[in-house]
Each structure stands twice: as C-alpha cells, then as structure tokens.
C-alpha cells in the first residue's frame, strides 16, 4: 500500500516538496494530497514587489505546473483550510467537512505579515491561536484592515499597491527592512510618491551596522524617496469617501508628526502561522518545532518545513522550554529543508523509532543540519547593498594583533559609499558594502569560501575606481562560483545548462532553478550568459 501523505501548504516550499516528490507518486509508493488556503497555483512571493510596481507580469510569478502534478495522481484542495488534526486517528478535517487520512503528515503552512498595535486598526491583529474556519479569514484579526492598509503577502495586495504606484498616488511604507527597502525604491522609480518610516536610526538595522544604513538612507533619498528614521508609529488617521467608506490618509507618530499617504505598506516582519501544530498538540516556539528532518518533537509522523519551521535541538531548550533561534524566513533553507524532506520521504524510511526520549518523539533525533551564513542583495536599480555574517562588530573592541574579530572601515558618505569588513585570523565572517558594487561582489566571493583577505584591505576598493587598477582576487563566474544563493546553483551548473540547451535566462531557470527564488542573481545570470555569448 503507498504511504499516504498529506501536505498543508501550497506555497513555494510545499511546491517544492511535490516535486521532489513526484518520482515516489508516479511509482506508487506515495499517495500525496495537497491543502492550499489560495484559490491559486504557486507563486513566488518573494517577487510579490516586482509585479506590485510593474516589473514583472502575472505569469512572471508562476512557479511549477500544478497539471503535471496531477497528472501524476497528486490530488489539490486549493481554496481550503484545516480546522481539525486528530494525531490518534491520523485525520485531517478541512472548513468543508471533508476528512483526510494521513500516514505522514507535512506543514508547510508558511508565515503571516504582523500588524502593528495601532490606534485606528486595533482589531485588525490576529490572535496567534485563532484557527480559521475558512480560506478567507486565514490571516484576518477580528476585523478586516481599514481600506488603504495592506501588507504585500498575497495578490491581493499587490494588485491595491500595483493600482496605486500606477496613479502615482503616495505611499507609506512602515518599516525599513529588506522588503520594505525594495518596494519603496522600486515603487518611487516607477513613479509613485513614497515616505517610509521606521523605528531604528537606519534602515536594515538587522542586515547592515548603522553607518551603512544610513549612507543607504542618503542613497534612498536621492533617488526619491523620503526616510522618515525614529518614527514610531503610534496610530493612523481615516477618511470618509462619499458612501462613507473609511480610508487611510495619515500615520501618526509619536512626536505627532504625522506623515500623510493613500495606501500604508506594512513591512513589519512575518510570524508563523502555527495555530494548526498548536491545535494538534504539537510543540511550538516562535515556529513549530523540529529536528534536523524537519520532523517534530511531538509526533514522529508530522514534519514541517519553510516559514513556519522552527528547527532546532530538544536538548537546546532551556529548563524553562524557551528554544533559542526560530524560522529562518528565507527561501533558501526552507528548499533545502523540502529536498531532504522528499529524499527521506521517498524512501519509505520516515518513520521513527518508537518511544520517547525528554519528551521528543523519536528515539534519535536527526542533528540539527549547519546553513551556511547568507548574503542579503537588496535588489533595487542603482543602489547596490550587500551584506553577510557578523556585521556588528565593535571596530575598537580588540587592538591590533589581538585575538577576537578585527574591523576594517571605510567610509566616503558623500558619495554614497560605504564597506565594513570583519575578520578572524584574516578571513572574511562579515561585511557590508554599499555603493560599491564590484567591491560587493569581490567580497561575496571571498565571504563564500571562506578566504583570507589580502593583506592591503583597501586594495579591494580599488575595484570600484573609476581606473578599476586591481585585479580581482577571486573569479566570480568561476565554475564553482555560487550565483544563485537560495537554490546553490554554481556559474559552472549555468553554464552547462546553456550548453545543453539555449543560453536564456528562462532555459538556466528551468533546467537549474538559478534566479527562481529571491531574484537577486537574475543580473549576475544574464552577465555569465553574456559573457559565454561573446564570439571569440
């Protein structure tokens, strides 16, 4: 009899496991069933901002072909939500009544946008264990946000942003992270007005030191858009149209001032979506807690991968059973986590030992796999940012020669420029580099392998002169050269594929996946085939 697995979740990483998981369905030996929240087919959310400001189309989002899946004998329940897991029976009840049996159960339930604690919008943040008793509620509060508030986690608000960059309305951004950076930059070229607001003294405080926010801030502003730092939100104000509809107009701070708009953009972060798991019983932290095979620490025959993972060791909990760390957030692990997913199971070896250890549903927990550390490229047309590792390092903290983390500083904020680099023992654990995009990609490369840097640091700025006199101390389209970071993908793994079959960026993203999660390496993509291009 094949295994009946039931995955919740048709987002890009539970796409991802039905793919590894094919080859299994098509034999036989696994009888899959899909539950999606989305009437959709998957797509990239991580674009979401590319197609909101026009860059991209609708088919631009797609991902995989749900009709090859089927025709394989998955089955889908799009436009469903699950109300109801009973572990003892292996049930999975869905909104409509229908129930699921299980062998192996997946959730791959991804993350909700947070709503900020606002006057004005009280009610519309979700109780983190209220469980929806339909697709249309799945990520609502107790009421719905006032109309003019969005926050860019599905199409729908894409299509309310896309309309307002289209009539160039201004927009009010809350929060400056990744996300948000890209889509207020992206939104201000394409002509819309845009402010963005933000606790902290610079923008991307958890991806860049301060001095590098804000030379991206000048950056920012230069290009448009208006950065409004310290600004804590406190409340918003609303219209009136003329069928007395409410809408957003403003956001008030607490010093008062009050920063006027059409549509706020909430870019506040994302939190799990774990009220499944905690309805089900299972152990939960600032995800659904797992171990290095995405498997449970309550139930050997659930896992969960991606957004809503949180995967960790039972013996890192405290007596307290607070867990440090939590969901990566990323594309990337969040494949990696699907692919070995798929492998173990396709194998028919998913199920754990019984008994239990502290707790832990399986008599020997799968080591808790090490990522290597990522690099942030904030995709955004001229202005380059990139950054990677410990980037907090005090530069004054350890004298020379000492042991400990040595920094390297330098700075020309009138330019826009900007690099920090953090060495132990001469190799690269951190950097940022803004304004400087050959410098950037010398030293993500260098940060990649793990290589010393040379002993003159400002050679490397060389790189970005406008006599360009250095010779680059790593080739970055070497053949194992990483391009791709969410999906591991080396100039050599592109090459070959424009060999075997046309040198286009739709051929290497279908044959190696390169360029099909963030959408930061597109560049670095369409420069190797171009390079491989060039007659001789």
Sequence with gaps: MPERVVLVGYGPVGARLIDGLLPAVRDGRIDLTVVGAEPHDVYNRVLLAEYAVGRTDRAGLDMDDRRVAEQAGVRFHLATTVVGVDRHRRVVRLHDGIPLDYDRLVLATGARANVPTLAGMERARRDRASVSTAPDNLDLGGAPLPRGVVALRDLADAENVRAAVSAGQRIVVLGAGVLGMELALAAAEAGAEVVVAYHSAAPMNRTLDENGGRVLASAATAVGVE??????????????????????DGLVCADGKVLAGDLLVLSCGVAARTEVASLAGLAISTGILVDGSSRSWTDPDVFAIGDCAHVADPADADPHGRVPGGPSGLVGPGWRQADRLAALLSTGVAAAAPGSVNGFAAASPVPVPVERPGVVMLKAEGVDVVAGGDVDADPFAHAPGC????????????????????????????????????????????????????????ALLRLDAPDAGMAVVADPFAADATVCWCNGVSAGAIREAATAGEPTIACVKASTRAGTGCGGCVGRITELLARETVPA
Excluded at 232 to 248: K, P, T, V
Excluded at 451 to 456: G, Y
């Design 227 to 248: 950065m409004a730092h310290h600004a804590r939100a406190e409340s918003i104000l609303l219209r009136h149209d003329d069928h007395g509809h409410a809408w957003f």
């Design 403 to 458: 042991h400990g983390p040595q920094v390297t500083i330098w700075a020309d904020p009138a330019r826009g420029a900007y690099v920090k680099l953090v060495t132990v023992e001469g190799v690269l654990t951190g950097f940022v580099a803004v304004g400087m995009p050959r410098t950037g990609a010398e030293l993500t490369l260098l940060f990649e392998r793990g290589s010393e840097l040379p002993a003159d640091r400002s």
